[in-house]
C-alpha cells in the first residue's frame, strides 16, 4: 500500500491517511479482508508518527471500513456500514455543499466537479 502525505497541505496528515485508505478501498487496491501494515509499520514506512496511524486507523473503524483485531491484525472490513452510516454521509454532503455556496462556488461548478469525479472514478464498485 502505498499513501502520499504532504505535511505541509491544510489538511491534517490523520485524515489525508484515511482519504486516501477509503478511496484505495473504493477504487479496489484494496479488498475485502485484505490485511493492513500495522500501525507500526505503516508509520516507518509513512514517515508519521505512530499515534497519526493509530487515529486514522480507530477513525476508519469506527466508519466500518476496516477492522482491528489483536490476533489478526489490522485489515479491510468485509462488510461495509448500514444506511444509518449513509444518512450521516448525506449529512456530511450537505455541510460540503453549504460550505462551498458560502464559498462562492457555484451550482454549475458543483454539477461539473461531480461529472469529473465520476469519470475520474468510473471503476468503482
Do not use: C
Not at 33 to 38: K, R, V
Not at 70 to 77: F, L, N, Y
Not at 84 to 112: H, M, N, P
Amino acid at each position: 500500500m502505498i499513501i502520499s502525505i504532504d505535511p505541509l497541505a491544510n489538511t491534517p496528515i490523520y485524515t489525508q491517511l484515511i482519504n486516501q485508505i477509503i478511496i484505495g478501498i473504493a477504487e479496489g487496491k484494496l479488498k475485502k479482508g485484505e490485511a493492513l501494515p500495522s500501525t507500526r509499520q505503516l508509520a516507518l514506512d509513512s514517515g508519521i508518527n505512530t499515534m497519526t496511524v493509530n487515529k486514522a486507523y480507530q477513525e476508519l473503524k469506527a466508519k466500518g471500513f476496516i477492522e482491528i483485531h489483536r490476533s489478526e491484525g489490522t485489515k479491510v472490513a468485509t462488510n461495509f456500514p448500514d444506511t444509518t452510516e449513509k444518512e450521516i454521509f448525506k449529512e456530511q454532503i450537505k455541510i460540503l455543499y453549504a460550505e462551498s455556496r458560502l464559498l462562492g462556488v457555484s451550482k454549475d461548478e458543483w454539477k461539473e466537479w461531480i461529472k469529473d469525479l465520476e469519470n475520474e472514478m468510473e471503476g468503482l464498485k
